[in-house]
């Protein structure tokens, strides 16, 4: 089992940037492949990114590829999303979330736990 807390959302303009964090906590985070996706109103959540356990494995959807960062910091049980012109498009609730088979995150997007999300909005 694994918990999830998300935090750093908020408001920003068109072209700002914003850093998530995604804090872990039970069985440590390394043990997990981690990802964030996001859902905007009347919208099916979709996915953002997500990195393997070591850090080697990186995936992007299109929508954000040389945007937004994924990383993680085993040692504090932490995966991060750094976004980078940010759009208005992107306002949405961005979840953080966890699996250890990286098939289930990435191609099935169906993993195990999630967080319970943070608000990003952002302003034209």
């Known amino acids: 089992q694994v918990q999830l807390v998300e935090s750093g959302g908020g408001l920003v303009q068109s072209g700002g940037s914003l850093r998530l964090s995604c804090v872990a906590s039970?069985?440590?985070?390394?043990?997990?492949?981690m990802g964030w996706f996001r859902q905007a109103p009347g919208k099916e959540r979709e996915f953002v990114t997500a990195?393997?356990?070591?850090?080697?494995?990186?995936s992007y959807a299109d929508s954000v590829k040389g945007r937004f960062t994924i990383s993680r910091d085993n040692a504090k049980n932490t995966v991060y999303l750094q976004m980078n012109n940010l759009k208005p498009e992107d306002t949405a609730v961005y979840s953080c979330?966890?699996?250890?088979?990286?098939?289930?995150?990435?191609?099935?997007?169906?993993?195990?736990?999630w967080g319970q999300g943070t608000q990003v909005t952002v302003s034209s």
């Open positions: 979330a966890a699996d250890p088979v990286w098939g289930r995150l990435v191609v099935f997007r169906t993993p195990d736990y």
């Open positions: 039970g069985r440590t985070s390394s043990t997990y492949n």
């Open positions: 990195i393997s356990r070591t850090g080697s494995t990186t």
